[in-house]
């Protein structure tokens, strides 16, 4: 089913790469315990370099700075046996391959996406450090909604920013985090014409505010004595209003 995203991505034959990439890469070169290798041994059937973005076969110009160093992204494919540990996995390579990365994981008919920003390690320059990970939700491509096929049309490369690779990284960036924000409001295509500075801050306070009422919802179960609990129901209405205004702010 993967393919069926490449597809959509529409990428230049000369960007391919198809080299698998074995575990012991991570095993000999990643700060790995235990029980990470029991997950790349148990909950990864292969990892390959599907795809290279760089100057050379998209002309599009690479960008760094003391900070930065956007001069090739990896697409790299990781078909797995299991799907629990796939943040973990994540982690680790992004924290192995210091150049950007875009993870597509693979489980059946479902794929997730992951990205990263990283910024030169300044008492290493051969590695970078990640500083923030960015997850799609799993999107099961025998199962489509609208949302998720606006989602995926969006992905053709060819509507990137190529005024760098950097611009172009987080064009890609900007498109997750923009369907992670409409699984609330069910409306892609409204979102991608907002400034996604604002809709990032919004969606924010929104997770903010659920984690709050799961939290207050945890403590309802517990809770035995009837004023107490009317108190938490009220604090957890009064909560969902204010979240529910954010929601509608985001689809105005």
Not at 45 to 65: D, M
Not at 162 to 188: A, H, L, P, Q, R
């Amino acid at each position: 089913m993967v393919s069926k995203l490449y597809e959509k991505m529409n990428i230049p034959a000369a960007c391919e790469v198809g080299n698998t990439i074995f575990k012991k890469l991570f095993y000999e070169n990643a700060n790995m315990n235990s029980s990470d290798k029991e997950i790349f041994t148990n909950h990864i059937k292969k990892i390959v370099w599907k795809y290279s973005f760089k100057e050379e076969n998209l002309n599009i110009k690479g960008y760094k700075t003391d900070e930065l160093d956007y001069e090739e992204i990896a697409v790299i494919e990781v078909l797995l046996n299991e799907d629990k540990k796939y943040k973990r996995i994540a982690e680790i390579i992004q924290n192995t391959i210091p150049y950007p990365l875009v993870l597509i994981f693979a489980k059946d008919e479902s794929i997730l996406l992951n990205a990263a920003s990283k910024r030169i390690n300044k008492v290493d320059i051969s590695k970078n450090m990640v500083e923030d990970y960015i997850y799609s939700s799993w999107i099961n491509f025998s199962n489509l909604n609208e949302n998720e096929e606006k989602f995926l049309d969006s992905l053709n490369i060819r509507d990137f920013s190529f005024i760098n690779i950097y611009k172009f990284y987080y064009s890609f960036v900007e498109k997750v985090k923009i369907f992670n924000v409409s699984s609330i409001t069910g409306d892609f295509d409204n979102l991608k014409n907002k400034d996604i500075e604002e809709v990032n801050v919004l969606n924010t306070e929104i997770e903010s505010l659920n984690s709050q009422i799961e939290k207050l919802r945890a403590e309802l179960k517990k809770e035995q004595h009837f004023n107490k609990r009317v108190d938490i129901n009220i604090k957890i209405k009064r909560i969902e209003s204010k979240r529910n205004n954010l929601i509608e702010k985001l689809k105005a």
